[in-house]
């Protein structure tokens, strides 16, 4: 049985929903305490996590009346304490608080603390069988096959809260798993779809931070610019969604208005629109099985005039094709795949590598893994995380001989 509830049967909250929300001081925890705070009535805050934002985080402790808060840096739990010192809220740090975070009782968990670190957390809220709104992408992409079996072995909900995700999973309540013929996933195609190869070969940190229609975090935003991040997408919706590779296409969409749709058997396309706004997915979330007011702008499609659709070009953006390469490959690669990603990004912000070479690095990590006769099925986030720590000091090993190849 499925974590992923396709079909939201409308039941009335009697009473206000207990909500813990890990990475609370990103942009996706944002936006979730933007809504938390436009309906105070219906939510109560049971626990807050942030990875080293310790004046953001007691702001909003003190603000909802937090009753746990973690801090993942350990330096920083002193400096916790003295700034809710006399609030009553209690306080953790290192991965243990975060953990505990996310086991503490709340109906309702936001997973959005970004990168491996965050799969622990999650598989927390899971195996207690929280109504889990997941925003981290590594999860699945490093852990898919488990994780979806756990959350299904204890109950769990899972709610996609990724704009493409929860389009998709809105749209697949039209029909029945068995009518579905493919589920096709938005993109952009970021700060460089118009650009030349060689131009996108050069590309500063500052204009990979350009994104046309969306304000994300830095690594994200320059994922999206590599595409990297619709290929962590398409991951994540094969594992959230039981899907094959085939059976997900990617569609650019430069006007971000359109974020996923389901075609189904009769070869009717179900498709789900709102303006460019994390908001209204996480608050279709926040809201489930209910729908709750959100605040992003109406959608007004007479002052957009049109839509426009392209085929993604695997040649200008092979960060892409290798995430089909990493899907159909199974056994951790995908899990390679996206811990390579994160330490080329890394060494593009810190200017070790060119843009270009992103994807480049990416290659070479998996062809290495590959090669080397490591594949095996994870089966526990132990797995996860030691493949991914593998895949990461190859990564950098790796990184200078990538930094001196010419496109």
């Known amino acids: 049985m499925s974590a992923v509830p396709l079909r939201n049967n409308k039941a009335a909250a009697a009473a206000a929903r207990s909500v813990t929300v890990l990475g609370a001081t990103g942009s996706i925890g944002d936006s979730t305490m933007d809504l938390i705070r436009a309906a105070p009535e219906r939510y109560r805050v049971e626990a807050l996590t942030a990875n080293g934002n310790v004046a953001a985080l007691a702001k909003l402790a003190k603000e909802f009346s937090a009753r746990f808060v973690a801090i993942a840096d350990t330096s920083k739990l002193a400096e916790l304490k003295a700034a809710l010192a006399g609030t009553g809220t209690e306080c953790g740090a290192g991965e243990s608080a975060v953990i505990e975070a996310a086991a503490r009782p709340a109906d309702w968990v936001m997973a959005a603390v970004s990168g491996a670190a965050g799969l622990k957390p999650a598989l927390a809220a899971v195996d207690r069988g929280a109504h889990v709104a997941l925003a981290n992408k590594e999860c699945l992409v ?34 029945n798993r068995d009518e ?22 050069q590309a500063t940190l500052e204009q990979a931070l350009k994104h046309p229609n969306w304000s994300m975090g830095q690594k994200i935003t320059i994922d999206s610019a590599s595409m990297m991040n619709k290929g962590l997408e398409v991951i994540e919706a094969s594992y959230l969604f039981a899907l094959t590779p085939d059976e997900i296409d990617v569609l650019v969409h430069p006007q971000s208005i359109i974020h996923g749709m389901v075609e189904f058997s009769d070869r009717s396309v179900v498709a789900q629109l709102g303006a460019p706004d994390m908001r209204t997915p996480i608050a279709h979330c926040l809201g489930w099985p209910d729908r709750i007011k959100g605040p992003a702008a109406k959608l007004d499609l007479a002052k957009i005039g049109q839509l426009t659709f392209e085929a993604p070009d695997f040649d200008r953006f092979p960060g892409l094709r290798l995430a089909y390469d990493s899907l159909r490959t199974g056994k951790g690669a995908t899990t390679v795949y996206n811990a390579a990603n994160e330490v080329a990004v890394a060494a593009f912000i810190a200017g070790k590598i060119r843009f270009g070479a992103i994807a480049r690095l990416v290659e070479a990590t998996l062809d290495d893994w590959i090669r080397g006769g490591n594949q095996a099925p994870l089966t526990s986030a132990d797995d996860a995380i030691s493949v991914d720590h593998v895949a990461r000091n190859r990564a950098a090993a790796l990184l200078p001989q990538i930094a001196l190849k010419a496109s």
């Open 142 to 175: 490093c852990a898919g096959d488990f994780f979806m079996q756990r959350a299904a072995k204890a109950g769990a909900c899972i709610l996609p809260a990724d704009s493409e995700h929860n389009a998709l999973f809105q749209a697949l309540g039209s029909g």
């Open 180 to 201: 579905l013929v493919r589920v096709i996933i938005t993109a952009s195609g970021g700060p460089f779809r118009t650009w030349k190869p060689a131009d996108i070969e």
